[in-house]
């Protein structure tokens, strides 16, 4: 956790109250971090999480949370064409994201009188599970020639249930984040955000995402306890463009990024498949194109700069 702090420390700005911000929030970064890392599996055991990392689960963890869930889930096969993991489950909605950021976030809450189990709910939680994994198999299953014919969804779902744990994720009605978790990583997030607004040509998005921001910031301030999902969803937004998911990409853009944060610069790699020739792959920051890498009007830093 020590390593995450020295490392974001250096990638955002050096007044003493932004480094406050971040030394506060930092063992919330660290939880999101950890979940991903084990993601789906991790969903099914809120409290067990890894002391450290190796490598490659922390590629897996940033890559999740610089915001590329909707590219690590390509529909690679015909069959996928339609595929949108944002349409699953809710309709055009982030929500399937909002619940794996409150699950990483997320404890037990230990009630005195726990309310009778909801059979429904933990059948719910459980095939969400055999849903994320067996979207994973489908997505890394190679493809050996194109004329090669892929193993359909449908023959995947038996691996699907063997990698599954026994025991169903807890439904998001036993689960609450503290409040002492939650603000931290929301009063990190607005100095970001409000940093970072001069740097995008189009504020529009950033603006919004600081409204949203600070208007949970102001809801928190009147509850008393853990928040629930109902609360967290309510507050953060359901919405497809921005919400929380947003915020937190910003932060972790940093990793892949070191300049997005402080200059307002970041590394997109589809300027690399346009313009081979370039040495850097880098444009402006770009809110929307956190998600979308290549989204947007914005030309590669590198020719910007050969013009002027």
Not at 13 to 34: C, G, V
Not at 132 to 138: A, E, K, M, S
Not at 178 to 206: C, G, R, Y
Not at 253 to 277: C, H, N
């Amino acid at each position: 956790m020590q390593s995450l702090e020295s490392c974001l420390s250096g990638r955002i700005p050096q007044d003493a109250e932004t480094q406050a911000l971040l030394k506060r929030a930092t063992s919330s970064l660290w939880l999101l971090i950890t979940y991903f890392a084990q993601w789906p599996f991790a969903a099914a055991s809120p409290t067990s999480r890894p002391a450290g990392l190796t490598f490659t689960a922390w590629v897996r963890a940033i890559a999740f949370l610089c915001g590329r869930h909707s590219k690590i889930f390509q529909p690679w096969d015909p069959e996928d064409h339609l595929f949108d993991r944002r349409k699953q489950r809710v309709g055009e909605t982030d929500l399937p994201v909002l619940e794996y950021l409150f699950r990483g976030l997320a404890t037990d809450i230990q009630a005195p009188d726990p309310p009778a189990a909801d059979e429904s709910a933990a059948l719910s939680a459980l095939y969400t599970l055999q849903r994320d994994v067996l979207d994973i198999l489908n997505t890394i299953e190679p493809t050996i020639h194109i004329y090669t014919p892929r193993i359909s969804r449908a023959e995947l779902v038996p691996i699907a249930d063997r990698l599954c744990s026994p025991l169903a994720p807890l439904p998001v009605t036993s689960l609450g984040i503290p409040l002492e978790t939650l603000t931290p990583l929301l009063d990190l997030s607005v100095s970001i955000v409000q940093h970072t607004a001069e740097f995008d040509k189009f504020t529009w998005a950033n603006q919004r995402l600081g409204e949203i921001l600070e208007a949970t910031q102001t809801g928190l301030q009147k509850i008393d306890g853990p928040v629930t999902y109902d609360v967290f969803t309510k507050f953060l937004s359901d919405d497809i463009y921005p919400n929380i998911y947003d915020a937190v990409a910003l932060i972790f853009t940093a990793f892949p990024s070191p300049k997005v944060i402080t200059q307002g610069i970041m590394f997109d790699p589809f300027y690399r498949l346009w313009y081979p020739e370039l040495i850097r792959s880098e444009r402006r920051l770009f809110l929307m194109a956190l998600r979308e890498p290549g989204y947007g009007e914005s030309r590669p830093l590198e020719m910007e700069e050969d013009e002027n």
